[in-house]
């Protein structure tokens, strides 16, 4: 029995016992053989017939070890009294128990008086049932306590006084709690206490490369239980708990805290080599800054920031960069911005005084941005701005950086004063000087009006390329307040002081106004007849449209739009007019865009290919003016006219609007047949026939889905939300306008060089034909579908809230630096997915506030999608307060559907990873456990940080990829198609 230590037992004796009897006639010792040959002592007595019997059995001397108390445990059969004949009055029924201690293991005489009784044992019930018929005896067990024994040993003896017994065996045992291990610490044999209430405390000693945490203790009771266990020991640093032991750490493995943790892998970019290791070393060119934890990864100082650039204006100079594109690894980046002044000669600079301010300073900067105050006019300075980052100290190499010059020359760009030419009830005509400085590259003005009682609150503004602009859509007799800036190359220059003029007070007007009172007290008076007078009225136009048609002008066109109800022109807005309904086009396109002499082109290099010809770029000169950087859209050679006609649709739309983020249409060549031979080619010869061309602003950047695939992970947040709101700002101008656009996506903005977006691709044939998105539906039209609402897409509902769809996918393109819109999902089962209520996921990094704008955009009733002048404000609420851009959606992916799941398209995680060009990482993967593509589908982008992806842009691209295999397998389960 676990915990039990037997002094005695007479069963495992295998010799004689050598036990004492007195008187020699009593007790009979008598030794059989069991089936095993192994000997059975029995004791037995039976002088029931006698008077006066006592008769004693002594045992040997017992060594009584650790014991405080002992138990004697007797096996024994005793005879029934009555099942004797002839017995009464001298037959027993019970013996006596004693027992004697001393220190002498060889005791001399037996003397009956030395020993203490332990107790007088009769038999147990089943006794009086015995069958002597069948002289069945049945076996009693009885146990007695005795102690508290002290000595070193002691004798047990059993006296008889007349009872028929059979002693079969005796056991003499003691109680102890044994040797164990708890919590990491032994404990040691023990032996209770005496007295059974109470408790032995035992502390424990730590197992090796164990450290104590609270003293381990254990309570050892009577019956030789442990009890109560409290503190405990936990393993050391560079030992792991296995087994109830402490074990070293593997190599590759470290433990930096005592503790009850396991050994960790090493983390990114560090090692350790032997057992047990405490802690990991970085490798060559990382570090750890002071107060980074072991189990951070080792870092690198971050690369210089990139993409510099300067605003310049009289007072501030602006610099403002994109954060590097490796960032060490860390989030602790600064910037440091060193000034040089430079003289005209290279190499003669020197460091800028304490003159310059810096805002908010120039060490130390936490935005990539800084302002440059109080610096001198007519000045060369080159900064230097360098990254930094928490382990940048540590590194001997010298600290990248990067520079830029700016010569403050360019800030004086003031024009002299704005002039009204003349004023008119609805318009007013202003001029001013243009800038004496030479070298300066203008490249517009920009007017900024209001009304002067709306101080200003809210303003208009237009731009110019000339020193001259007419402002129309004035009130009659009221002041405005104007003031103007310059754009160069190198940026806007401050507002000029303001002007205020007033509009005239035109009598000519007051007939119109008594006209429209006379309508309205004819109406007031016979309600009827005016309602009869309108219903011929509209019959007749209705009838007379093919005429009406041929000769209205664009303001008539703009007019009957609005009361046709196809537009919602705001109040003073321009209105769009459809090309379409002039019974000429080429009308519509002498009305809306300028004729280009094409002498003053100059086309230099193709840069892309368009559905009707080649895009290029090249120069355009207006006389008295810088020449313009342009894209020339080119119709190729052998067109025929129903080609050259809906080519130059897109300039009759494009020439309509006019807003910075809606692409500026320069002007077109319509006349080029007549003016053959006239072009100024400088790479090729003259086309035949020359081409018709349509002339616009030219775009550095290109178009935006492959600007932003080409810049992955370059812009900070702040910088996507203002391409953004320019392209809901443009939006917004066309849905003023009632212009729907019908294909708005990443690859139909431009971005010019100071990241400005602008909208383009107008004209609806584009979308029919030429966008090679656009896929036929089942009702025959060709449409984008992954950027198209539902409805349009189901019955052809185009309007600005579908429009406001596509804005919601163009947000997730820029969010995820173009990922293609539900990854490679065929069309079909995107038209399912966003059916069945499936709406994109956040792109990774993306702020909350911008993915829920997304989900209020893919709004199934789409009378609740925003309206763009309300994605403008918010926009712009989220740029004044960045903060709000914070909380991100990390939890990108979402609840695992956790089933076992086929994946059809890849059989392994190293076919994944292949696919995806991620080879690279299949044994990161492996490493970390994560072999099966079920368990990989169920990562989160912690654990693709966690098993050492570092780049950010790897790490789109695998959370991507994720979620691909996500939303197929989801659909696939949907199919049934899963096991
Ligand atoms: O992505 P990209 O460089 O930008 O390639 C396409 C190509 O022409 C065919 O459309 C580029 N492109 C179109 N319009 C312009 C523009 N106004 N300025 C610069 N690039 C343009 C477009």
Redesign the pocket.
Known sequence: MLGTLVLLDTTTVLGELGWKTYPINGWDAITEMDEHNRPIHTFQVCNVMEPNQNNWLRSNWIFRQAAQKVYVELRFTLRDCNSIPWVSGTCKETFNLFYHETDESHGGAFKPAQYTKIDTIAADESFTQMDLGDRILKLNTEVREVGPVSRKGFYLAFQDIGACIALVSVRVYYKKCPFTLRNLASFPDTVPRVDSSSLVEVRGACVDHAEERDTPKLYCGADGDWLVPLGKCVCSMGYEEIDGACAACKPGFYKAFAGNIKCSKCPPHSYSYGEGAILCHCEKGFYRAEKDPPTMACTRPPSPPRNVLFHLNDTCLLLEWSPPSDTGGRRDLTYNVLCKRCGPQPGQCQLCGEELRFVPRPQGLTNSTVTVMDFSARANYTFEIESLNGVSEMSHFPRPFTAITVSTDQGAFMVGMLKKDWASQNSIALSWLEPDLPSLNVVDYEIKYYEKEHEELSYSSTRTKAPSVIITGLKPSTCYVFSLRTRTSAGHSAYSPKYEYETTDDTSDMASDQGQVLVIVTAAVGGFTLLIILTLFFLITGRCQWYIKSKMSSEDKRRTNYQNGHALPYPGVKTYVDPDTYEDPAQAVHEFAKEIDPTRIRIERV????EFGE?C?GRLRTPGKRET???I?TLKGGYVERQRRDFLREASIMGQFDHPNI?RLEGVVTKSKELHGKFLFLSSPPLSPPPVMIV????????L???LRNHDGHFTVIQLVGMLRGIASGMKYLSDMGYVHRDLAA?NI?V?SNLVC?V??FGLSRVLEDDPEAAYTTTGGKIPIRWTAPEAISYRKFSSASDAWSYGIVMWEVMSYGERPYWEMSNQDVILSIEEGYRLPAPMGCPVALHQLMLHCWQKERSQRPKFIDMVSFLDKLIRNPSSLLALVEDILPDSPGEVVDYPMFISIGDWLDSIKMSQYKNSFVAAGFSTLDSVAQMTIEDVRRIGVVLIGHQRRIVSSIQTLRLQLLHEQEKGFHV
């Open positions: 840069i892309g290919a368009g895009v770029s950087a342009v894209a859209k692409i616009v602003e030219y775009m550095e950047n290109g178009s889905d492959s600007f690859r431009l010019n602008k383009s691709d």
